[in-house]
């Protein structure tokens, strides 16, 4: 097994796909199809609301083991051999994982020819902390598309990681990852981290008090999850990314900074120490930071199409509207603040998200959520993985205990 970070001998790397029928993980799946020299595909796990489609993912790769955290595993079973037969596939009988830790035990398979050389978590929430943690131990490299888990995990997660064990799969952490080879760790003076703004972007707090959950999930640029799209209409994404960065790369909060760029072309930007600014830029596909997590530190050729410089184009940049936008300076202070509390961040805008979008609450009572919780959380006196359940499980509680008096207030 290749070790994490080191050069590509042009072997072929076994690939294990955590969260493979969303988003991240369908594009993985084309990046590994136009590269079948690079990667093969041993394993795949889904949420199991889509079982046709992970059928479609597990004939399509020969993938030797499947897992499912809910679903009908006999009904996943048939739908496996259904298209298996219409394929023409004989003699397909891969191993079936199910239940809340079935990507867990995905992330440590090992196969024919032994553990995955790379494990993609493509999980989207703080559920993948497991699997992440599963991942670092089997001795994989982790490509983190999976924020929430680094995010809740802190030091639990850095702590297990080998040197260059963790590859960023975000665009804007790619981005900084590839930038910073330009130059020595102690040269770097701050990490940019460019926000697309949303669907909301120049818009007042006041103007944002009748957003609607549909207007918050068109995005102008990405095509992401439900609560990706709306954590980027409510900035608590780049709040999330200004954390995984922070830990990720080990540069102080204070110089960590966000600016507003609306094309989403430079996706973020290392200054260094002597006034040099180094930015990655590229067209928005989520292919290549996708590809640079399994193939690092080795680049993709024709993973996803450059930029077209014989056509004119401009790239803006503007200011934060933290008046408007709160969510990465609440972000910010809880990452200060350590222990659980972006554990209790994270957790308690998952539960605002999903009160938002069955019309409980209005789109700025999110954050206000948030920021409120994270106010009444007393922090624990050790990071485990017992302190991060439990402090997520209170900041749920709480959190609902507060949508639930909003909702009864609002009925009267």
């Known amino acids: 097994m290749q070790k994490p970070g080191e050069p590509s001998r042009e072997t072929q790397r076994s690939v294990v796909i955590l969260g493979s029928t969303g ?3 369908t594009q993985a799946l084309d990046v590994v199809d136009g590269a079948p020299h690079r990667f093969r595909v041993t394993a795949l796990s889904a949420g199991g609301h889509s079982l046709g489609l992970l059928a479609t ?4 790769t020969r993938a030797e083991a499947i897992g499912i955290a809910s679903g009908d595993v006999d009904e996943l079973r048939a739908l496996i051999d259904g298209e298996a037969a219409a394929h023409r596939v004989t003699g397909y009988t891969p191993e079936l994982f199910a239940g809340p830790d079935a990507s867990t035990r995905i992330a440590s398979f090992s196969g024919e020819s032994g553990p995955a ?6 999980i989207t929430g703080s559920i993948g902390l497991a699997p992440t943690l599963a991942a670092l131990a089997s001795g994989a490299s982790l490509a983190l598309a999976n924020k929430e888990s680094l995010i809740v995990g ?8 080998a040197p260059g064990q963790i590859v960023p799969v975000d665009s804007e952490h790619s981005a900084i990852a590839q930038c910073l080879r330009a130059g020595r760790a102690d040269e770097v003076a701050k990490l940019i981290l460019t926000a697309s703004g949303g ?3 120049g818009r007042t707090r006041a103007e944002l008090a009748d957003a609607t959950p549909a207007q918050a999930l068109n995005h102008p640029t990405w095509d992401m999850g439900r609560v990706v799209t709306t954590n980027s209409a409510t900035l608590v994404n780049k709040g999330l990314e200004l954390i995984e960065a922070h830990l990720l790369f080990g540069v102080p909060l204070e110089a960590i900074d966000v600016v507003v760029h609306p094309q989403s072309v430079v996706h973020s930007m290392v200054q260094f120490t002597d006034g040099s600014v180094i930015a990655q830029a590229s067209p928005p596909d989520m292919r290549l930071p996708i590809a640079l997590g399994l193939g690092w530190p080795d680049r993709v050729p024709g993973a996803a199409a450059p930029c ?10 503007e200011p934060l509207d933290e008046a408007a936008f709160p969510a990465v300076e609440i972000a910010r202070d809880a990452a200060k603040r350590g222990s659980t509390f972006p554990a209790v961040f994270n957790a308690a805008n998952e539960e605002a998200v999903e009160a938002f979008h069955e019309g409980r609450i209005g ?7 948030v920021e409120a919780v994270l106010n009444e959380h007393g922090g624990s006196s050790e990071l485990s993985v017992d302190s991060v359940l439990a402090a997520e499980e209170w900041a749920r509680a709480r959190a609902n205990e507060r949508l639930g008096t909003q909702k009864s207030k609002e009925s009267l």
């Open 363 to 369: 789109f700025l009572e999110i954050v206000d959520t």
């Open 308 to 317: 077209d410089w014989t056509r004119s184009t401009a790239w803006t940049f």
């Open 57 to 60: 993912q597990a004939v399509r």
């Open 117 to 122: 050389d790379v494990v993609l978590n493509g």
């Open 199 to 201: 669907p909301f972007r």
């Open 154 to 161: 802190g030091t639990l997660v850095t702590g297990a990681a």
């Open 23 to 25: 988003s991240i993980g």
